[in-house]
């Protein structure tokens, strides 16, 4: 019986440069000679991926929001900060060709300022709306930095969550699109792993993915999205060696539309010369997470309120 941690990681470049990481632990045990130390369930944060997209989201300054010049570029700087948080690549810069757009305008009612939130798409037509929290008239007025980062947190959410309706509404309505049929997948040959991991790992996840629904083809052409799994090992105190197994999801493209990682610290001979169950438990985990990535790809799933982050052009 052995004790280990499993970690898997959601980092989030998602819309943005920006990376956070959400971990979830959990308690292992292995039966018999051989350890399985990334054998178990995490939990449905822990698997929670990465989905970095192509397409950024412009905010525009606000030129009719009942704000000064001064004050509405500094609304679309927290506007743009406070979508980042929410994963989205939202940049107050000027507009570029195949950008979507964040307009704001602002309304007067009953002694109150709302702000109305209009996303448009790269051809600069209106997808959908959504209104920010009333905000007092003086305070608008007023425009202190902290009354407009605070509305730009605030309306965040419903912008994501705007989003978010807009891709499955889109994803929805094309009978071709991944929401109406299986993804087809090419899961790559793993790479970094001694022993026959790099052999027993590649094995095992396309084994395991295809279980889960995916399509796993044997060659690249035609897939819609690519799997490529990257191992690294070091020495740690102990004498145990750590080990980072790494699952990148790209589209067709090379953009990387997802990752799951996977770290654990292990006796050495875990792993030489043959990974065994412990390559098949490491699939078995990390497909789950490939599998979701895929799905909320595909405007099937959507962790957290989060958008789909691949917006169409």
Known sequence: MMLAKTKLARFLPVWAGSRLAMFAAALLSACGDLPQP???????????????????????????????????????ASLA????????????????PGDWQLVTTAEQRNGAVVPIYTVL?????PEGKAEGKPVPLAAWAEAKPATLQQEAV??????????????SARQRADPNSLY??????????????????NAALTRYMREKLSQLGPVVQNTEAGADFIVRGQVRTVPVPGGLVRVEIQWFLYDPKGDQRGDVIQLNE??????????????????????????DAILTQSGRRHPRSQMDTNLSH
Do not use: C, H
Request: avoid cysteine; proline fraction near 10%.
């Open 38 to 76: 990334f054998k178990g369930a995490p939990g449905a944060e822990a698997k929670r991926l990465a989905e970095p997209p192509p397409a950024r989201l412009a905010v525009i300054t606000p030129s009719n929001a009942l704000l000064t010049d001064a004050a509405s570029r500094e609304f679309a």
């Open 81 to 96: 900060a406070g979508l980042q948080d929410m994963e989205v690549p939202a940049v107050p810069e000027k507009l570029r």
């Open 121 to 125: 798409n790269s051809q600069s037509k």
């Open 154 to 167: 605030a309306a965040a959410p419903e912008i994501t969550n705007l989003l978010t309706s807009i891709q």
């Open 180 to 197: 109406n049929r299986a993804a087809r997948v090419f899961v790559a040959d793993v790479t970094g792993a001694p022993g026959d991991g």
């Open 266 to 291: 292990v006796p050495p001979y875990t792993l030489n010369p043959y990974w065994g169950d412990v390559a098949l438990a490491v699939a078995q985990e990390a497909a789950g997470g490939v599998r």
